[in-house]
């Protein structure tokens, strides 16, 4: 990651679940077997320059697996 996630992840939703998801074949490969989900939320991140942003956060996440490849889609405090 070339963020931090400061805080708490607020306003999370799962918007893809199983065979929906794109990337499932590589998730099982690398993280292993488990209900996968996509989901998205907001959260106040760091990044590398040291500025923070609100930003939507998307990332995949499996029971008994936990959260996997955050990444940012968009700052929601961009001018």
Known sequence: ???EIIGAI???ETFATG???RELPR???RYGHGRWRK???VAKVR???GTEHLAELHW???SGIGKKEFKIK???DSP
């Open 1 to 3: 990651m070339h963020f």
């Open 10 to 12: 607020t306003s999370a």
């Open 19 to 21: 065979a929906a998801i």
């Open 27 to 29: 998730l099982r490969k």
């Open 39 to 41: 989901r998205k939320g």
């Open 47 to 49: 990044l590398l320059d």
């Open 60 to 62: 995949y996440e499996a």
């Open 74 to 76: 968009r700052y929601l």
